[in-house]
């Protein structure tokens, strides 16, 4: 099985190296994937997806104006990491996400990055995450970005590479979570003998990162989620039973002088922070997206009053756009005066003459984006696309520039994956997750490492195919 | 806890309660059909049950099996065992936190196997009583489940108050439907086979042969089904066991308008006085919308009480 595997072309191989050996890393794994045959294998992988769907672990899709449930796919062999490549990662991460919180709070307050010219002010002031609500307000410990996921790549010389950062509502962790549970099912003989490095105790760290922002013995935590048809809502349950604490919705809070409550059987109780699932436009349609009837009218207020804490701080949107991106290097330097550790990937501007006339002729190698997508969506691969839908997508961006980005389209690092009934190679990025709080910057060994299921494929996305693996950060 | 996360422990249960009640009758009926051949008894369950009021002819064990794939699959019909299941199983997933992990689980294998894409042609390819025990089973796991990882907060008794509330409005309602008809001084045949028949349905059929042996008559039944102390699906019964989880709810939530607790005990302490021969006094029919009208009243209460803050 093992020697049938063929390498992608120019592409780091986590298993593998270029001359086909397996990397240390993986030589506990190797030995488990030599006496097992594949029909276990697929058995396992059978396993795996009957028991997501047991727990419900499930997402729902839309087709046909029909709500079905889907699993998340869950290739069963790990996305092993060595511990001394993981310090690096963790060191860069909260290098990263510091730099971050000092631009949020200087964005929100003076605005020197600006003023300085490190970062040009028209980046600020046309970007649509920003909230004037936001301006001169003291949030608690000056953390902005209590939670925060940082996507990942490795290029094709070995290193990684931050493809963006997502300091919102950054989604994923309970499946960290959930395929850790799974592994320990599926390899109970090699879990205990791999020194994988524990991601069990998210939930804690993150509680106690929220209890840290009040001066409080026992404050009371909620989370609020839009409802059991939003697609991340096995997530919402998760993480609140994990923690302990109420997933409430919109409809479950009432606001009494300018306090936060929440109605229980019985009576009001109120709540002292809301970890919020809910995107800035929806949380209060006094202030923002009027038609909401997600969050809660007034809530701005009464943040702005100091009397409830959101989670992450509304208007963390300005810091992790694709436009900002170019300029996390720059923070890192202006407010930290350090090198950045993890490395951006080149960036061009395409409002910029010079670097569009560039991208336009070297669009082959390049990847177009909108600096206010996501999920994959609007981008145009330069590799794939044809001559005419190049000349459109230009069109389209002849019109606003300011709005579009592109990078070379790196080799995102391939993994063996379960395909067909062989091991094939598919593309992966790793996502981990960083909390922030009283307690400072912790990261959580591994995250969740996503992979593009179908075959050369880059797109990691779960809304475009894409599948996870467990992560394991092993001791060297 | 959150009057919504009340609201929907309360629901669960009761779409357990009133799936579980459905089937039995699916059962019960499907087997007196094989006895009498009158398989016009489908209308009423369409009608109490469905809500399809519209008479059909049905003629013949054929019918009675696409009748009964109806009652439990029909996607449209809000009542059908499908339909229920997965409300119960939405209202599940929306209180995640406050149930057991293994409760969450048995209510999503019981999803899982009735939304399964070959669960029809299994129903086609089998015997149609093996098929509802099959689904039957779930339910007793629902409840063992529950009862043995539940603990006993606030959560469970807001189940409580959903299973027992839909089981005494079920058993008040088997009754109600032949209570027109019924003449206790004056039995026939017809009597005791329906009476069986409603015994066997909500599982009191042996409990009723050892206290009266083999001698149907209305009034036995009426007391065996309303009064008995120890019959789990008898009015008393249920009523006790309201009383119990809305005290200790009171108690959970500190609340002090004690109107919800005062009607309930007072019904509580109605029934335990109450003995058969009141009641043929009373009047079957005065006696049961007595009942109905008291449930009303404390249903509108527990919505007042717990979940007003929702509406």
Redesign the interface.
Do not use: C, P
């Given at each position: 099985m093992i020697s049938n595997y063929t390498k992608y072309p120019n592409t780091w191989d986590e298993m593998f190296d270029d001359s086909g050996s397996i990397r240390n890393t993986y030589k506990n794994f190797e030995s488990f994937l030599k006496r097992t045959p594949i029909e276990t294998l697929l058995q396992m992988q059978d396993f795996s997806s009957q028991l997501f769907?047991?727990?419900?672990v499930t997402f729902r899709v839309y087709s046909d104006n029909k709500g079905v449930e889907r699993i998340f796919p869950f290739d069963i062999l790990p996305r092993i990491i060595n511990e001394s490549e993981w310090k690096i990662i963790d060191a860069g991460i909260k290098q990263r996400i510091k730099a971050l919180n000092l631009f949020l709070k200087d964005a929100y307050h003076e605005q020197f990055i600006f003023k300085d010219g490190v970062i040009p002010h028209e980046l600020l002031l046309n970007n649509k995450n920003f909230l004037r609500e936001m301006m001169n307000l003291r949030v608690p410990n000056d953390v902005y970005t209590h939670i925060s996921g940082v996507d990942l790549i490795r290029n094709n010389d070995g290193d990684f590479y931050v493809l963006e950062d997502n300091l919102r509502t950054p989604s994923g962790v309970s499946y960290m979570l959930e395929n850790r549970q799974i592994s320990r099912r599926l390899y109970p003989n090699l879990m205990p003998t791999s020194n994988v490095l524990p991601v069990d105790n998210y939930p804690e760290i993150l509680y106690q990162q929220l209890k840290s922002l009040v001066d409080k013995e026992d404050p009371e935590i909620v989370l609020l989620t839009p409802?059991?048809y939003n697609s991340a809502?096995y997530e919402h349950?998760?993480l609140?039973?994990l923690m302990?604490i109420?997933?409430?919705?919109g409809?479950?809070l009432v606001l009494d002088n300018h306090h936060v409550f929440?109605?229980?059987?019985?009576?009001l109780k109120k709540i002292d922070i809301i970890y919020r699932r809910i995107d800035d436009d929806y949380l209060d349609p006094l202030n923002f997206n009027s038609e909401s009837v997600l969050g809660l009218a007034g809530i701005m207020e009464s943040y702005r009053q100091g009397k409830v804490i959101i989670v992450n701080a509304p208007g963390t949107g300005i810091a992790d756009d694709k436009a900002m991106y170019v300029y996390v290097p720059d923070m890192i330097s202006y407010y930290l005066n350090e090198e950045p550790i993890l490395k951006n990937i080149r960036t061009y501007q395409l409002s910029n003459p010079d670097e569009r006339q560039y991208v336009y002729d070297n669009v082959e190698k390049m990847v177009i984006k909108e600096t206010e997508g996501s999920g994959g969506y609007g981008m145009l691969m330069g590799n794939n696309a044809t001559k005419s839908m190049i000349e459109s997508y230009f069109k389209k961006v002849s019109k606003q520039p300011h709005k579009y980005i592109a990078q070379p389209i790196l080799s995102l690092s391939s993994v063996p994956c379960i395909i067909d009934n062989e091991l094939s190679p598919r593309c992966v990025d790793l996502r981990p997750f960083a909390i922030s709080g009283a307690n400072g910057i912790k990261v959580c060994p591994g995250g969740l490492s996503r992979v593009a299921l179908k075959e050369n494929s880059l797109v990691v996305n779960s809304s475009q195919g894409g599948g996870s693996k467990d992560t394991w950060v092993i001791k060297d | 806890?959150?009057?919504?996360?009340?609201n929907n422990l309360f629901w669960m249960d009761r779409y357990v309660e009133r799936s579980y009640g459905l089937l039995n009758l699916i059962k019960t009926n499907f087997n007196s059909t094989l006895d009498s051949g009158d398989y016009s008894s489908w209308n009423n369950i369409l009608s109490t049950y469905l809500g399809v009021d519209e008479f059909k002819q049905f003629e013949n064990y054929n019918d009675s099996l696409s009748i009964i794939k109806f009652i439990l699959f029909d996607p449209s019909n809000a009542n059908t065992h499908l339909n229920m299941i997965i409300k119960a199983r939405?209202n599940a997933?929306?209180v995640?936190?406050h149930i057991s992990k293994e409760l969450?689980?048995s209510v999503?294998?019981y999803y899982?196997h009735i939304t399964n894409d070959g669960i029809l042609e299994k129903f086609d390819d089998n015997d149609p009583i093996n098929f509802v025990d099959d689904l039957l089973l779930f339910n007793h796991i629902y409840y063992s489940v529950a009862d043995i990882t539940q603990e006993r907060g606030?959560a469970y008794c807001?189940m409580n108050l959903g299973k027992y509330l839909e089981r005494v409005v079920q058993s008040i309602d088997f009754i109600s439907v032949r209570a027109d008809k019924m003449d206790l001084n004056n039995e026939n045949i017809y009597e005791s086979f329906f009476w069986k028949n409603l015994l066997a349905s909500i599982g009191g059929y042996q409990l009723y042969l050892k206290k009266y042996k083999s001698i149907f008559s209305s009034e036995n039944v009426l007391e065996m089904i309303v009064l008995n102390d120890n019959f789990p699906r008898s009015v008393r019964y249920s009523i006790n066991k309201l009383y119990i989880h809305i005290e200790r709810?009171y108690k959970?939530?500190?609340?002090t308008d004690n109107n919800l607790l005062f009607r309930i005990g007072k019904l509580k302490n109605q029934l335990n006085y109450t003995t058969i021969d009141n009641i043929k006094q009373e009047g079957i029919h005065n006696f049961l919308s007595f009942i109905q009208s008291e449930l009303k009243d404390i249903s509108y209460n527990i919505n007042k009480t717990?979940?007003y803050?929702?509406q």
């Open positions: 769907m047991d727990h419900g409802g059991l809502y349950a998760a609140a039973r302990g109420e997933l409430v919705e409809n479950d929440m109605k229980t059987a019985g009576g | 806890m959150l009057s919504r996360v009340a939405e997933r929306s995640q936190e969450w689980l999503n294998k899982l606030n807001f709810l959970f939530n500190g609340l717990f979940f803050q929702i």
